[in-house]
């Protein structure tokens, strides 16, 4: 049974940092991706950033290239999200997600992961 443990969240004034982590627990398999997600209320989930295990190769939205990196630790079955710059409008539940199937080149889509954390709130003051 795969877990994925988040933490790092919490509240953070407007062009601060933060660093997210998230831990497979249970039986650790690689992966063949990670992600990160986040969704505002009201709002859906949208994609963050993605890492492909194997190789490293990394995605990221628009809105988050060149203040966001995420990175792996192999080791210890964990992947990181720096957060740099933060803004306002950033303010959500940050969650992570991973799947162990060679769906896409690029996973970007919540539907392109199997296994979910429960989230971990991130909170950006004015």
């Known amino acids: 049974q795969v877990q994925l443990v988040e933490s790092g969240g919490g509240l953070v004034q407007a062009g601060g940092s933060l660093r997210l982590s998230c831990a497979q627990t249970g039986r650790t398999y690689s992966p063949y991706a990670m992600g990160w997600f986040r969704q505002a209320p009201g709002k859906d989930r949208e994609f963050v950033a993605g890492?492909?295990?194997?190789?490293?190769?990394?995605a990221y939205a628009d809105s988050v290239k060149g203040r966001f990196i995420i990175s792996r630790d192999n080791a210890e079955y964990t992947v990181y999200l720096q957060m740099n710059s933060l803004k306002f409008e950033e303010t959500a539940v940050y969650y992570c997600?991973?799947?162990?199937?060679?769906?896409?080149?690029?996973?970007?889509?919540?539907?392109?992961?199997?296994?979910w954390g429960q989230g971990t709130q991130v909170t950006v003051s004015s």
């Open positions: 890492i492909i295990w194997s190789g490293g190769n990394t």
């Open positions: 997600a991973a799947d162990f199937r060679p769906i896409s080149a690029t996973p970007r889509l919540p539907s392109d992961y199997r296994y």
